[in-house]
């Protein structure tokens, strides 16, 4: 059973979107992409300052979809609901 997240930003975006990441996207194929939750999402990014940057801009823009790349070895979708 999933536990309930203490962090009230983390919660929302999980409620509202679909996180897949696929590490290595030069190498692996898009079918290699791993949901994770928002939570999670720490274990692949270890800056926080970067994290925070992608929730806000998730968050403050209106769009469907984002997807970002982060130094040419992660890539993060972000799907809403």
């Known amino acids: 059973m999933a536990k309930k997240s203490d962090n009230p930003t983390n919660a ?3 409620q509202n979107f679909i996180i897949r990441v696929l590490e290595n996207p030069k190498e692996n194929n898009v079918k ?5 939750s928002a939570n999670k999402l720490s274990k692949y990014i270890n ?3 970067i994290k925070i ?3 806000k801009k998730v968050l403050d823009e209106g769009k469907d ?3 970002f ?3 040419s070895r992660l890539k993060i979708d972000f799907q809403s609901k």
């Open 12 to 14: 929302f975006i999980n």
């Open 32 to 36: 290699n992409t791993k949901l994770t």
């Open 47 to 49: 800056d926080d300052e």
């Open 53 to 55: 940057k992608l929730f």
């Open 65 to 67: 979809k984002y997807t």
């Open 69 to 71: 790349l982060i130094r």
